[in-house]
């Protein structure tokens, strides 16, 4: 729960810097940051999913 927390708050924050980037005209910043997102995503529900797999065995 507090991993699912602590990538909920990084992903705002990248979210905000996500439209800053894209209010001030930086295309290629934002696009980075759009990656960013995604791979934080991604890692937390591999987490989740490796955390599950574990209590099943």
Do not use: H, P, Y
Request: no cysteine; proline share 0%; charged share 30%.
């Amino acid at each position: 729960m507090f991993r699912e927390n602590k990538t909920r708050v990084l992903v705002e924050k990248i979210d905000d810097a996500i439209e800053q980037a894209e209010d001030l005209g930086l295309a290629f910043v934002a696009g980075i940051l759009m990656m960013a997102r995604l791979e934080a995503v991604q890692t937390d529900q591999l987490a989740v999913a490796g955390g599950k797999n574990r209590q099943l065995s």
